[in-house]
């Protein structure tokens, strides 16, 4: 049997693993809740759209040098 870490509680005591389970999980709480809304509210194919949308105005901001949240929005 391979072992990677012997003392893994050592790990999860450093202060990196600490705030990346930190962070995780408010990011798991917030995904969970907006999608619960999402699916409610049936709007996944308007989420989707936006997704799709958006991903462009980013990328073509940073090509031009503008805030990313600017292409966002354009």
Do not use: D, K, Y
Request: glycine residues 12%.
């Amino acid at each position: 049997m391979v072992t990677f870490q012997e003392n893994w509680l050592q790990v999860l005591q450093t202060t990196f693993m600490q705030h990346a389970l930190l962070g995780g999980s408010m990011v798991a709480l917030a995904a969970g809740l907006m999608g619960w809304f999402v699916v409610t509210r049936q709007n996944a194919f308007a989420a989707h759209a936006l997704a799709h949308i958006g991903f462009p105005g980013a990328t073509g901001a940073i090509l031009i040098g503008a805030p990313v949240t600017l292409g966002l929005a354009v």
